[in-house]
């Protein structure tokens, strides 16, 4: 039987273990940049990243976006960029009833899993969706009238040229809504998401380290600003919650 002292001190080594480990997941917050994936075109992964783009906190994000975006421009042509399975593109056609939505992503197989989520919702007479990359966005100067995004900002290996490309399709006065995760999140929530990929995202996502992966690629505030500094959209803003950034704006 081990005495008061050997249990105290085996206590003590476990409790300074413990808070060790926290202390080593906890200062990896503040590490730099680590770029991830562009498109997420395995379906494995499009199936799976689709199963935890249902879960609440997306879907709350998501009502969010759209509620502002539909704020800002109620009607006419919008494009959801790196829209995944197309659920903001459903969403803002839902909460604006006069926008057309059209989503962009690279990977074909979200897009399947898109244009099914876009059937389902009997919202595929104002949703469509174009295979492309949104450095090169498949539509003509000035030609629409809302640009948004979630969670694809911190895939985009040029960052600068797609702000640009925004500026170029949007018409004069159009405006613009890019949310994404930062990655100075309060700690809470990078506890949160450090869980989530190593207990409970499906196997694909954990192979590829999402959705920390994610956080990792992600940009602060400042960096975000810094990014909209240098490209040619005017009039924008950079706002952040404990979780989210958001570059958002009307052009001028
Ligand atoms: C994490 S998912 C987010 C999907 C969706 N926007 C959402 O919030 O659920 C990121 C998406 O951006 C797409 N993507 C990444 N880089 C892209 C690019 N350069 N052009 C188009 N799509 C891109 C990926 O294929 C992926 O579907």
């Known amino acids: ?56 906190q997306f879907g709350l994000m998501r009502w969010f976006v759209a509620r502002r ?5 109620p009607a006419g042509h919008a494009a959801d960029l790196g829209c995944g399975p197309g659920y903001l593109v459903v969403k803002l056609a839902q909460v604006a009833p006069g926008l057309h939505v059209t989503g962009v992503d690279l990977a074909d197989e979200m897009l399947v899993e898109a244009e099914r989520v876009a059937r389902r919702s009997g919202l595929q007479d104002r ?7 949104v450095a090169q966005l498949p539509f003509p100067n000035g030609s629409l009238d809302l640009v948004v995004s979630t969670l694809s900002l911190h895939h985009w290996t040029d960052p600068v040229g797609v702000l640009d490309e925004i500026a170029r399709v949007l018409r004069p006065g159009g405006s613009f809504l890019v949310a994404d995760l930062r990655r100075d999140m309060s700690a809470p929530f990078y506890m949160l998401l450090w869980f989530a990929t190593h207990c409970v995202v499906p196997r694909a996502l954990r ?16 960096e975000a600003a810094h990014l909209v500094a240098q490209s040619r959209l005017a009039g924008w803003r950079v706002t952040h919650g404990p979780l989210w950034l958001t570059i958002e704006g009307t052009r001028g």
């Open 207 to 222: 192979r590829i380290n999402e959705p920390m992966g994610s956080r990792n690629a992600a940009f602060t505030p400042q």
């Open 127 to 133: 949703a469509d969706f174009k295979q492309g990359d």
């Open 69 to 73: 975006a539909a704020a800002m421009v």
């Open 1 to 56: 039987m081990p005495n008061a002292r050997q249990r105290i001190a085996f206590l003590g080594s476990l409790t300074a273990a413990i808070l060790f480990a926290a202390w080593r997941v906890y200062e990896r917050r503040f590490r730099e940049r680590v770029v991830s994936h562009e498109a997420l075109d395995d379906l494995e992964i499009a199936r799976a990243f689709n199963r935890i783009a249902r879960l609440p």
